[in-house]
Protein backbone atom coordinates (compact mmCIF):
# COMPACT_ATOMS: atom_id res chain seq x y z
CA UNK A 1 0.00 0.00 0.00
CA UNK A 2 1.45 3.57 -0.38
CA UNK A 3 0.50 6.67 0.74
CA UNK A 4 1.03 10.00 -1.71
CA UNK A 5 2.95 12.48 -0.45
CA UNK A 6 1.12 14.96 -2.38
CA UNK A 7 -2.73 13.19 -3.33
CA UNK A 8 -3.75 14.95 -6.53
CA UNK A 9 -5.22 13.82 -9.51
CA UNK A 10 -2.32 14.17 -11.90
CA UNK A 11 0.01 11.94 -9.29
CA UNK A 12 -2.42 9.23 -8.38
CA UNK A 13 -2.96 8.70 -12.19
CA UNK A 14 1.52 8.75 -12.60
CA UNK A 15 1.75 6.36 -9.51
CA UNK A 16 -0.94 4.21 -11.43
CA UNK A 17 0.60 4.10 -14.34
CA UNK A 18 4.13 2.96 -13.38
CA UNK A 19 2.17 0.11 -11.41
CA UNK A 20 0.20 -1.02 -14.77
CA UNK A 21 3.53 -0.69 -17.00
CA UNK A 22 4.24 -3.63 -14.40
CA UNK A 23 1.61 -6.26 -16.30
CA UNK A 24 3.52 -8.40 -18.92
CA UNK A 25 7.08 -7.10 -18.45
CA UNK A 26 7.86 -9.62 -16.11
CA UNK A 27 7.79 -12.80 -16.98
CA UNK A 28 6.99 -14.58 -13.89
CA UNK A 29 5.33 -11.94 -12.33
CA UNK A 30 1.31 -14.16 -12.57
CA UNK A 31 -0.80 -11.17 -11.48
CA UNK A 32 -0.77 -7.73 -11.20
CA UNK A 33 -4.23 -5.51 -9.20
CA UNK A 34 -3.80 -1.80 -8.57
CA UNK A 35 -6.82 0.00 -6.46
CA UNK A 36 -7.54 3.57 -5.48
CA UNK A 37 -8.87 4.40 -2.26
CA UNK A 38 -12.42 5.43 -1.90
CA UNK A 39 -13.08 6.39 1.43
CA UNK A 40 -10.16 8.57 1.65
CA UNK A 41 -10.19 8.71 5.74
CA UNK A 42 -7.26 9.61 7.72
CA UNK A 43 -6.56 6.02 8.02
CA UNK A 44 -6.29 5.01 4.63
CA UNK A 45 -3.70 4.72 2.23
CA UNK A 46 -3.92 5.93 -1.24
CA UNK A 47 -3.19 3.04 -3.20
CA UNK A 48 -2.48 -0.67 -3.47
CA UNK A 49 -0.45 -2.98 -5.31
CA UNK A 50 -1.46 -6.39 -5.37
CA UNK A 51 0.94 -9.26 -7.09
CA UNK A 52 1.05 -12.62 -7.50
CA UNK A 53 4.02 -15.13 -7.95
CA UNK A 54 4.18 -19.25 -7.86
CA UNK A 55 6.93 -19.40 -5.62
CA UNK A 56 9.24 -17.42 -3.27
CA UNK A 57 12.01 -17.47 -5.36
CA UNK A 58 10.04 -15.54 -7.90
CA UNK A 59 9.48 -12.84 -5.63
CA UNK A 60 12.76 -12.49 -4.24
CA UNK A 61 14.19 -11.75 -8.33
CA UNK A 62 10.89 -9.67 -8.55
CA UNK A 63 12.91 -6.51 -6.80
CA UNK A 64 16.27 -6.25 -8.27
CA UNK A 65 14.20 -7.18 -11.60
CA UNK A 66 15.31 -4.06 -14.35
CA UNK A 67 11.66 -3.92 -15.13
CA UNK A 68 10.82 -3.11 -11.69
CA UNK A 69 13.40 -0.85 -10.90
CA UNK A 70 11.94 2.15 -12.60
CA UNK A 71 8.78 2.01 -11.20
CA UNK A 72 10.35 1.80 -7.73
CA UNK A 73 11.71 5.16 -8.49
CA UNK A 74 8.80 7.14 -9.77
CA UNK A 75 6.74 5.42 -6.38
CA UNK A 76 9.10 6.37 -3.81
CA UNK A 77 9.45 10.14 -5.77
CA UNK A 78 5.49 10.04 -5.32
CA UNK A 79 5.58 8.53 -2.00
CA UNK A 80 5.53 9.24 1.70
CA UNK A 81 5.37 5.63 2.58
CA UNK A 82 4.51 1.96 2.08
CA UNK A 83 3.52 -0.98 3.85
CA UNK A 84 4.27 -4.45 2.69
CA UNK A 85 2.89 -8.01 3.23
CA UNK A 86 4.74 -11.06 1.65
CA UNK A 87 2.62 -14.03 2.11
CA UNK A 88 1.49 -17.65 0.96
CA UNK A 89 -1.40 -18.66 0.14
CA UNK A 90 -2.42 -22.22 1.07
CA UNK A 91 -2.20 -24.93 -1.13
CA UNK A 92 -5.69 -26.93 -1.99
Do not use: W
Amino acid sequence: MFKLLDKNKINIEKAVNALKSLKGNIDFLRSVEIGVDITESDRSYDIILTTEFDNQEDLNKYGPHPNHLPVVKIIKSLCSGSIVVDYEMPKH
